[in-house]
């Protein structure tokens, strides 16, 4: 763990953030004594939940249909 005071922080802000990313903590000191941390953000994402959405999502019974010749064309550009 390595200790800055506020000057040295704001000299060397991009540094200090670099290091921390990388897992290192670091502890600002003013007037030698710490006044702040600074540590990584650790983001979880959640877990997934299989079928959280049944019976939420209806699907048309024409769904794979070919489309009609004019929408068809609008999305060719044509």
Do not use: C, W, Y
Not at 26 to 39: M, N, Y
Not at 72 to 77: A, C
């Amino acid at each position: 763990m390595q200790t800055v005071n506020i000057h040295q922080a704001k000299t060397n802000l991009s540094k200090l953030i670099d290091a921390v990313m990388h897992g290192e903590e670091i502890i600002i000191a003013k007037a030698g004594k710490p006044a702040a941390k600074l540590v990584p953000i650790i983001t979880t994402k959640p877990k997934r939940k299989p079928g959280a959405l049944k019976g939420k999502i209806k699907i048309a019974k024409d769904f794979n249909a070919p489309l009609p010749d004019d929408l068809l064309d609008q999305f060719e550009g044509k």
